[in-house]
């Protein structure tokens, strides 16, 4: 028992630099991969919660543009991120005559294109949450649509979906593994060469474990904070006069009597 | 009445999960000397070798493959299979660095067991119809006999951790190179190809590839791989590839040669040439001491 914790000491010691570098770029990958993914969501997201244009051909576009993306997050959510891999990587290689896509961008590519493929679903899910009353009360205020996206729908999606952003990253930092079958050397890569080498599977394997596990916990921990301080626990009141088109129009945190 | 039922679900599950379990009876195979011998055993092969199809040559086998050599090792380690399949340096390498663990030679048509020249012996992979089959055919032929198993020798010695002063097989970088001959190997099978990460060996090659700094391949097919590209005149670049992406490399052009330890089988011919073999050993079985 001594002697197993010992050599999982060992390993650690001994192949501290590569360890690191493989934590780099499984960080490096699974954080730009989310964000890059989070942003395809949103702009899926608000496409395809767009009301049909009253234009025939913009209607048309819209249509067109909603079936593309059907495709893509029905195509890159029901098939494995492994695959996803493989097919992408070796497939560039076969049509450009041999030319490989540098191992770290692609390894991004693949992330956010399959985050993405999610956080459509999820930004979706977050905009038809939102009440309906909203939309009809920045229009009522003469927002148009975009207007309304913008300042009134989407802070509330991002305040709202962030735990399941949150759960998206966690789940990229653990699914960077799966890119060492193209050869990207992030963690689990180099837990291969470290138990080849020391032939300790079982050692190698549990010190990438714990690493996983304090990159994911840490990372859940600090999400969780920032959800927090997103809450809003207080209630607010638009102060102003409906008669006076010049009065001052304030906000206040909590309800008060107006003294007009 | 819910708990009742309840609990007779979960001692249910449980029961038919331990129904589930193999009976994990292993099988004293160290004192086979024949194929037959092996009759009933558990023995396993990595996954998409000839190695995996060699071993349904024993009577009643039950089978299994797994994806890498440590893999198989584990699973030997933890009773799970009796023994697996590998060539005999890569045995001999294993059974140097673990003391419990021994061999059996499935010597060819000595003990019930057959396979061909081209099943056993190792060969470089070219794309179909590459012009360098006849110069690396050429080069090869020029390497004796006694060097290959001198060579074989010192790279099982070397991925022991054992010194190794001078390599059997030497020659000279070529001072203006033609070009680069790009070749992949798994980097993952030694003594034939693997990583050294903290201090290159004799003889270790860096790899290429980005994110790839400060890892080195040596071993029989990286010091074979120096030799092809220096007899040719060109610069070496070593890849690190999957076993299964071997061949989809040299298939899109990303690679000019496979130079992994891999076998010049029927099947494989029908996707790529091969050159002459290189080195051809006796695939064996290993198992644990009891």
């Known amino acids: ?260 | 009445m819910k708990k009742i039922i309840a609990m007779t679900l979960a001692l249910l599950m449980v029961l038919s999960l331990a129904a589930c379990g193999n009976s994990a009876a292993s099988m004293d195979i160290s004192g086979a000397k024949t194929i037959a011998d092996l009759k009933g055993a558990k023995i396993a092969a990595q996954t998409g070798t000839f190695h995996a199809d060699a071993l349904k040559q024993i009577p009643e086998v039950q089978a299994s493959d797994l994806p890498d050599f440590t893999a198989l090792l584990e699973a030997l380690k933890a009773g799970t299979i009796d023994g697996y399949i590998a060539e005999e340096p890569t045995a001999f390498d294993v059974c140097m660095s673990n003391e419990d663990l021994a061999y059996l030679p499935l010597v060819n048509n000595d003990t019930g067991f057959t396979a061909t020249d081209a099943d056993t012996g190792i060969a470089v992979g070219l794309k179909t119809g590459n012009a360098l089959r006849e110069q690396i055919n050429e080069i090869l032929s020029q390497i004796p006999a006694e060097t290959r198993s001198e060579l074989m020798n010192q790279m099982v010695q070397i991925s022991a951790g054992k010194e190794v002063t001078k390599l059997a097989l030497e020659s000279e970088a070529p001072a203006n190179p033609t070009g680069t001959l790009k070749v992949a190997m798994e980097c993952a099978y030694a003594p034939f190809n693997w990583t050294d990460s903290s201090n290159p060996s004799l003889g270790a090659v860096p790899i290429s590839g980005e994110g790839k700094e400060g890892l080195y391949a040596n071993g029989y097919d990286v010091q074979i791989a120096k030799y092809i590209a220096n007899k040719l005149g060109m610069d070496l670049e070593i890849y690190a590839i999957e076993w299964d992406g071997l061949i989809p490399a040299l298939d899109a052009g990303t690679v000019d040669a496979i130079i992994a330890g891999m076998s010049p089988t029927a099947e494989r011919e029908e996707q790529i040439d091969f050159t002459d073999v290189y080195y051809s050993s006796n695939l064996v079985v290993i198992y644990k001491k009891k």
């Open chain 1, 1 to 260: 028992m001594i002697q197993f914790f010992q050599d999982a000491a060992n390993i650690l010691s001994e192949h501290y630099p590569f360890l690191l570098r493989g934590v780099g770029y499984t960080m490096l990958i699974a954080l730009v991969g989310t964000l890059a993914g989070l942003l395809i969501g949103l702009a899926t997201g608000v496409l395809r919660t767009c009301p049909l244009s009253k234009n025939v051909v913009v209607r048309w576009l819209q249509k067109i543009a909603n079936g593309i993306i059907a495709v893509y997050v029905e195509v890159f959510r029901g098939t494995p991120m492994m695959v996803q891999a493989m097919v992408i990587y070796w497939g560039y290689a076969f049509a450009s005559g041999g030319n490989t896509l540098p191992l770290i961008p692609s390894g991004i590519l693949i992330v956010s294109i399959n985050t993405g493929a999610y956080m459509a679903e999820i930004v979706r899910g977050g905009i038809i949450s939102i009440d309906n009353g909203q939309f009809e009360g920045a229009a009522a205020v003469g927002m148009t649509h975009w207007q309304a996206m913008v300042h009134v729908i989407l802070p509330q999606v991002l305040r709202n979906i962030l735990p399941s952003v949150a759960n998206e990253f966690v789940i990229n930092i653990k699914d960077t593994s799966v890119l060492n079958v193209i050869g990207v050397t992030e963690l689990y890569y180099f837990a291969g060469i470290i138990k080849r080498q020391t032939f300790q599977t079982f050692q190698t394997y549990l010190v990438i474990c714990v690493i996983y596990f304090i990159l994911t916990f840490s990372i859940t921990r600090i999400l969780r904070a920032i959800e927090k301080k997103l809450q809003v626990t207080d209630s607010f009141v638009i102060c102003g006069s409906q008669s006076d088109p010049n009065a001052e129009i304030r906000v206040v945190k909590k309800p008060e009597v107006p003294n007009d």
